[in-house]
């Protein structure tokens, strides 16, 4: 019966369609003779037709006026084809697309919602996107150009998000847009700008890929600069061999491994010099390399610091190989060497007599260990007099300190340390009696307690200047003595010091006479 | 003591969700290779992986054999096996050629964590064994050791940002704070100062704004971050702690939140390691004491253990009954921790006194105040000439050089040669390397700069003057540390001696002689949520510095979360950092939770820029 119905629609006779369809629904019919309009209008392949089927459906639905949940998402796919059917032209293929909205709405279940959106945007694609086949007509023909507009017209009907409508129209334009080969690059830039701006969604390193893709590199450039995401913009320019913007780029983005892919790319490109020369304006990149250089090309590391006249860090490199690479005692010198002619490039002097003097004394280490046997080499200078000393070369010690201008302050560190580790106590007095002490007497008095040696350790606390006198008597335990030397100076800091030492029963008599010239103190 | 929190302080967050997540994504990598698999790992990741993973854990999910990499090939007789590393993995290389050689095929797969780097599959490819391995990502980037305190146990940190001017670990800090604003909800008060802590930011904003608006609903937890970089202050880094776990950490170096307390601690013949953090009830209430209150209050404390124990002795059977089912297990554990702190500080005692420390203390004071620097010289060259240790001698010269704008020249020649001839000529490279970092530098010819400066700028607007600045200051790095201290308040007036047991300010953890650089910034800032204010000292540090406020968090954020607060060392923080923090949040109703790129001392940051192997 609603197969009347249906043949009734006709403009002429939509009267006569108004009562069949009030007949319709007094059977209770019209949901499945809505439904059957719209499979029957999928499946039609003629324009004209289609129109008509889904045109009826639709009234169908406003007739009556449901309510029910499946039946709710119809609606918005119903809208779609005939949104379409009103607005495209009808040449276009719309049979196969407003089948596929469709058969995804027929399952009408909620489950298959994301397949319906998917097919929506399927569709949109397909009138967005400029097809570069030899069937159609050329792209810029004014019919063409026209979807565009209608699209995202589509879109804001249909009320699809953003990213998923408007922004993917405007891309497809976008990528429609770069390939109008009469327009100069500067304009094909500005419109697609002004046009996108920062839609989100839109991805400027793909439009600037298709630009690139029709042989238009500059235009690529330009349309990369407007790409917010410095990570999306490297492996284009890679790709288009603008390698130093790319790095600018890759370190702009803080990716450190893109920074790493460019320069591999560099480096297999330009040549050294020119790769280097890249690299010593870009800091990060440089340290980067430095890095890697460090621990996969030392010689390369070599090379980059000769090329930046960069001597202070080829003296370093210089040095740190001499202890590395070098085995031989000859290769060693050589290599402080150069290290050295490099600091004096630096101008830094200090360095430069600080490896000379390495230099000479890894010679003398040598000839001392081939005369007196032994280990010498790579010790520190202090280190070589104190081994001559605990071996009893004291001459040999006295030679090394003068050659070497050890100061005599550490002279007498160094002697003490060593002649009490030997406990060696008469060479000690002899040598704390050759002249006077440049570190005073303390030290001796520690470091004969240090040794356990309270006999040597009284000698040298006698001979302690006036300041330190409570201090070298505490150390040795006459804590009696202290007090008096404490009380005599009138000294708090040095009264509490030894109160502090006054320990139980014995010291019992000093504590009270300390605290007795306290009071004394302080009634003055 | 154990100072209380205030009774409005916040609740901190859950952070063992970090240990779980780390965990299973372990466990993921380990199901790839089915069946019987030996693991080999790199001795760096070693005590972080023993937090997330127990061997026990490990077998169950077919791991054989755990080998500690050494560089020494390995031999194992299992199908697979798999490496797990950091950067450094040239030892992958032999191990499958050595395989290789002796005509075996196995499966490997190498773990790189926590980022796979891009050099390192090229040199994989170099060697000529891609195609024999697997590789993925553990992305293990953040370590609860406490719990408020989260480590990235990226210690090459430091060296390869400060020294090296390698940027790679950025991204890894920007992947963790990423993490942590998708599990706590992002933070709706920015701060933080330094290039590091600025890029890191930026990158991280990235990532956060790259992502879905899935997490952005969230209700933030905390609600304050603070960046901070290593170099914005090195002087309290550069500072002997005596703060107890800053002390501990100085003399027997904590590991990954537990410490290896050797014979002469435990009084026994074995070494026993230590897991220090809040669950350890006697620690927690010593931690941040100074250390000159720690022994008082051990023996107070073992006095009323003992009274405890002494109540059993009026007790009939049922009473009995109880005291040994309910309170000797809690008691015994206590009495065990007592005698093991109670022995680390009888050994910290007596490596101290050896040392005299009171001297070495002083000289760091008058360093810091900036007064008898004569004779502050001349105590650290007799140091170097008595050889006392290399690593002391050099913090002391750095701590010396930044507190005072570079040595002078005559000082910084005689003390680097006195140091050489101490300790050996390759220290010339450390000496390059520190001057470099900014550590040990010389001062300009005449340090007249600072005078034609403060003319300029009085003459000229701040803006230009502030340009000039710059120009100056890329000459030379100076740390205007004086200036910068005056400003700032740092070294407080004291009349009278300062309480140790009630700390008045920050300045306790250093014996009440100086308030830590770095803590004093963040506090300042806090207070006024931004650096309003600051610009002089902002320009002294000669950092650059930025401050964010998402007003539309900021209003969700509850009063409570707004007190709870994260702040980030890039480069490293110390104990004492923590610990005066902490005061602070305590005094201000704050809880504090750090995230640092590892925890250091004096001591690694010299070790990190020294170029002699141990």
Known sequence: MWETWLWAWCPKESQKADEYLREIQELGQLTQAVQQCIEAAGHEHQPDMQKSLLRVGLEGRAGQGWEGGGMDSWGSSLCCPLALLRRLPLETSIPMRVRRVLTARGDGEQGKYRYKQLTIQVLLDRYGKPRAGATLPPLSTPSHSLLYPLAIQICEYLRLPEVQGVSRILAHWACYKVQQKDVSDEDVARAINQKLGDTPGVSYSDIAARAYGCGRTELAIKLLEYEPRSGEQVPLLLKMKRSKLALSKAIESGDTDLVFTVLLHLKNELNRGDFFMTLRNQPMALSLYRQFCKHQELETLKDLYNQDDNHQELGSFHIRASYAAEERIEGRVAALQTAADAFYKAKNEFAAKATEDQMRLLRLQRRLEDELGGQFLDLSLHDTATTLILGGHNKRAEQLARDFRIPDKRLWWLKLTALADLEDWEELEKFSKSKKSPIGYLPFVEICMKQHNKYEAKKYASRVGPEQKVKALLLVGDVAQAADVAIEHRNEAELSLVLSHCTGATDGATADKIQRARAQAQKK | ?614
């Open chain 2, 1 to 614: 003591m154990a100072f209380p929190h205030r009774p409005d302080a916040p609740e901190l967050p859950d952070f063992s969700m970090l240990k779980r997540l780390a965990r299973d994504q372990l466990i993921y990598l380990l199901e790839q290779l089915p069946g019987k698999k030996d693991l080999f790992i790199e001795a760096d990741l070693m005590s972080p992986l023993d937090r997330i993973a127990n061997v026990s854990i490990l077998k169950q999910h077919e791991v054989d054999k755990l080998y500690k990499v050494e560089n020494k090939p390995a031999l194992s007789s299992n199908e697979h096996k798999l490496l797990a590393c950091r950067a450094a993995f040239l030892f992958s290389v032999d191990l499958v050629n050595a395989d290789k050689l002796a005509g075996r095929t196995r499966k490997y797969k190498v773990i790189f964590s926590p980022q796979k780097f891009y050099a390192c599959e090229m040199v994989l490819e170099e060697e000529g064994i891609y195609g024999d391995v697997s590789c993925d990502e553990w992305a293990f980037s953040l370590l609860p050791l406490d719990v408020d305190l989260l480590s990235m146990e990226l210690p090459e940190f430091f060296r390869d940002y400060f020294l090296e001017g390698d940027q790679r670990w950025i991204n890894t800090v920007a992947q963790a704070l990423h993490l942590l604003s998708t599990l706590y909800g992002s933070f709706p008060n920015c701060y933080g100062i330094g290039r590091c802590a600025k890029m890191s930011y930026e990158l991280w904003r990235k990532l956060e704004e790259e992502e879905d608006g899935e997490t952005k609903g969230r209700r933030p937890e905390i609600g304050h971050i603070f960046l901070l970089d290593r170099d914005v202050d090195f002087v309290t880094a550069l500072c002997s702690q005596v703060v107890y776990e800053g002390l501990v950490d100085d003399t027997f170096r904590i590991k990954c939140g537990s410490v290896d307390f050797g014979p002469e601690v435990t009084s026994s013949d074995k070494s026993l390691k230590v897991l220090l953090n809040a669950e350890d009830k006697v620690f927690n209430e010593i931690r941040n004491e100074h250390f000159s209150n720690v022994f008082g209050f051990l023996s107070q404390k073992a006095r009323n253990l003992q009274a405890q124990y002494d109540r059993r002795r009026g007790m009939d059977i049922k009473q009995m009954k109880n005291f040994v089912s309910q309170e000797l297990k809690g008691l015994k554990q206590e009495h065990r921790l007592l005698s093991l702190h109670i022995g680390a500080c009888e050994s910290i005692m007596k490596k101290k006194t050896k040392q005299d420390f009171q001297e070495l203390i002083k000289t760091e004071h008058a360093l810091l105040e900036g007064f008898n620097i004569r004779e502050s010289t001349s105590y650290i060259e007799e140091h170097i000439d008595r050889q006392v240790s290399p690593i002391e001698s050099l913090r002391l010269m750095c701590l010396l050089s930044i507190t005072e704008n570079g040595l002078i020249p005559k000082d910084y020649r005689s003390l680097k040669t006195q140091y050489l001839q101490s300790y050996g000529p390759d220290h010339l490279l450390t000496f390059s390397n520190l001057r470099r970092a900014g550590l040990l530098t010389e001062q300009a010819p005449g340090d007249t700069l600072t005078a034609v400066e403060s003319k300029v700028s009085k003459l000229v607007t701040d803006k230009a003057a502030g340009k000039i600045t710059d120009a100056f200051s890329s000459l030379a790095k100076r740390s205007n540390f004086r200036a910068i201290s005056k400003k700032l308040n740092l070294i407080p007036r004291v009349d009278g001696e300062y309480d140790l047991k009630v700390p008045r300010d920050m300045a306790y953890v250093f014996s009440g002689a100086y308030v830590p650089l770095s803590c004093r910034i963040v506090e300042q800032v806090l207070e006024r949520r931004s650096w309003q204010g600051l610009d002089e000292v902002v320009r002294l540090l000669n950092c650059s510095e930025f401050a964010f406020t998402d007003m539309t968090k900021d209003d969700k954020a509850s009063s409570e979360s707004l007190r709870l607060i994260l702040v980030v060392f890039l480069g490293g923080c110390t104990f004492s950092e923590v610990s005066a923090l902490r005061f602070l949040g305590r005094e201000k109703g704050y809880r504090f939770i750090f995230l640092t790129t590892a925890v250091t001392n004096s001591a690694r940051l010299m070790e990190a820029m020294s170029e002699v192997k141990a």
